[in-house]
Protein backbone atom coordinates (compact mmCIF):
# COMPACT_ATOMS: atom_id res chain seq x y z
CA UNK A 1 0.00 0.00 0.00
CA UNK A 2 0.86 3.48 -0.88
CA UNK A 3 1.30 6.28 1.74
CA UNK A 4 -2.13 8.02 0.76
CA UNK A 5 -3.78 4.53 1.08
CA UNK A 6 -2.78 3.90 4.51
CA UNK A 7 -3.42 7.27 5.65
CA UNK A 8 -7.08 7.27 3.99
CA UNK A 9 -7.58 3.98 5.92
CA UNK A 10 -5.93 5.20 9.35
CA UNK A 11 -8.59 8.22 8.92
CA UNK A 12 -11.23 6.04 7.85
CA UNK A 13 -10.79 3.86 11.10
CA UNK A 14 -10.66 6.93 13.10
CA UNK A 15 -13.63 8.21 11.85
CA UNK A 16 -15.71 5.39 12.03
CA UNK A 17 -14.67 4.44 15.64
CA UNK A 18 -16.05 7.90 16.54
CA UNK A 19 -19.66 6.70 15.11
CA UNK A 20 -22.02 5.05 16.97
CA UNK A 21 -22.93 2.70 14.07
CA UNK A 22 -19.81 1.35 12.85
CA UNK A 23 -20.19 -2.11 15.09
CA UNK A 24 -19.48 -4.09 12.55
CA UNK A 25 -15.95 -3.22 12.85
CA UNK A 26 -15.76 -3.63 16.40
CA UNK A 27 -18.20 -6.52 17.01
CA UNK A 28 -16.09 -7.18 20.38
CA UNK A 29 -18.60 -3.82 21.86
CA UNK A 30 -21.11 -5.29 24.28
CA UNK A 31 -24.69 -4.77 23.63
CA UNK A 32 -24.75 -1.89 26.97
CA UNK A 33 -21.77 -0.08 25.06
CA UNK A 34 -23.89 -0.34 21.43
CA UNK A 35 -27.10 1.05 22.88
CA UNK A 36 -24.99 3.66 24.75
CA UNK A 37 -23.58 4.83 21.98
CA UNK A 38 -27.14 4.96 19.93
CA UNK A 39 -29.21 6.18 22.50
CA UNK A 40 -27.17 8.13 25.33
CA UNK A 41 -23.75 9.34 23.87
CA UNK A 42 -25.58 12.75 22.03
CA UNK A 43 -25.95 13.81 25.54
CA UNK A 44 -23.47 12.69 27.53
CA UNK A 45 -20.75 11.70 25.13
CA UNK A 46 -18.89 9.10 24.34
CA UNK A 47 -17.29 8.68 27.56
CA UNK A 48 -20.40 9.74 29.56
CA UNK A 49 -18.37 13.20 31.15
CA UNK A 50 -21.30 14.94 29.39
CA UNK A 51 -18.77 17.20 27.54
CA UNK A 52 -21.09 17.44 24.54
CA UNK A 53 -22.33 20.80 22.70
CA UNK A 54 -25.70 20.56 23.52
CA UNK A 55 -24.95 19.55 27.50
CA UNK A 56 -21.55 20.92 28.17
CA UNK A 57 -22.22 23.03 31.60
CA UNK A 58 -25.04 20.92 32.59
CA UNK A 59 -23.70 19.30 36.29
CA UNK A 60 -25.92 16.39 35.49
CA UNK A 61 -25.05 15.73 32.26
CA UNK A 62 -21.96 13.85 33.14
CA UNK A 63 -22.54 10.41 34.81
CA UNK A 64 -18.83 10.40 35.30
CA UNK A 65 -18.38 11.69 38.97
CA UNK A 66 -20.56 11.50 41.56
CA UNK A 67 -23.24 14.13 41.15
CA UNK A 68 -26.29 12.40 40.69
CA UNK A 69 -29.59 14.32 40.10
CA UNK A 70 -31.40 11.14 41.04
CA UNK A 71 -28.67 8.84 42.47
CA UNK A 72 -26.52 6.56 40.90
CA UNK A 73 -28.10 2.71 42.53
CA UNK A 74 -29.81 0.48 39.42
CA UNK A 75 -33.27 1.36 40.58
CA UNK A 76 -32.76 5.30 40.42
CA UNK A 77 -31.06 4.95 37.10
CA UNK A 78 -33.68 2.87 35.79
CA UNK A 79 -36.09 5.30 36.74
CA UNK A 80 -34.28 7.80 34.51
CA UNK A 81 -33.80 5.89 31.80
CA UNK A 82 -37.79 5.11 32.07
CA UNK A 83 -38.95 8.54 33.14
CA UNK A 84 -36.29 11.36 31.22
CA UNK A 85 -35.02 14.11 33.17
CA UNK A 86 -34.73 18.30 32.68
CA UNK A 87 -38.33 17.64 30.85
CA UNK A 88 -36.46 16.58 27.72
CA UNK A 89 -39.13 14.04 26.00
CA UNK A 90 -37.88 10.72 26.78
CA UNK A 91 -37.22 8.06 23.62
CA UNK A 92 -35.87 5.26 25.96
CA UNK A 93 -39.46 4.12 27.43
CA UNK A 94 -39.31 1.82 24.63
CA UNK A 95 -36.11 -0.19 26.06
CA UNK A 96 -36.80 -3.68 27.81
CA UNK A 97 -34.99 -3.92 31.16
CA UNK A 98 -32.57 -6.16 29.54
CA UNK A 99 -31.30 -3.56 27.27
CA UNK A 100 -31.95 -0.29 29.97
CA UNK A 101 -29.98 -2.70 32.54
CA UNK A 102 -26.77 -3.28 30.00
CA UNK A 103 -27.17 0.46 29.16
CA UNK A 104 -26.33 0.81 33.04
CA UNK A 105 -23.64 -1.66 33.43
CA UNK A 106 -21.76 -0.20 30.66
CA UNK A 107 -22.06 3.18 32.38
CA UNK A 108 -20.56 1.53 35.27
CA UNK A 109 -17.83 0.66 33.42
CA UNK A 110 -17.37 4.20 32.42
CA UNK A 111 -17.39 4.82 35.36
CA UNK A 112 -14.78 2.61 36.50
CA UNK A 113 -16.80 0.24 38.65
CA UNK A 114 -17.26 -3.36 38.65
CA UNK A 115 -20.85 -3.65 37.21
CA UNK A 116 -22.88 -5.84 40.56
CA UNK A 117 -23.53 -9.68 40.21
CA UNK A 118 -27.40 -9.49 39.93
CA UNK A 119 -28.88 -13.24 40.49
CA UNK A 120 -30.28 -14.55 36.78
Known sequence: MNRNTLRAVATAAA???ILAGCNQLF??????EKLWRKRCADCHGLNGAGNTVQYMGNPYADLTDNNW???GDRISLMSSIRGGVFM???ELKQLSD???LAIIDYLRELR??????VPK
Open 69 to 71: RNG
Open 88 to 90: HPN
Open 27 to 32: PHRSEG
Open 15 to 17: ACS
Open 98 to 100: AEA
Open 112 to 117: GETPPT
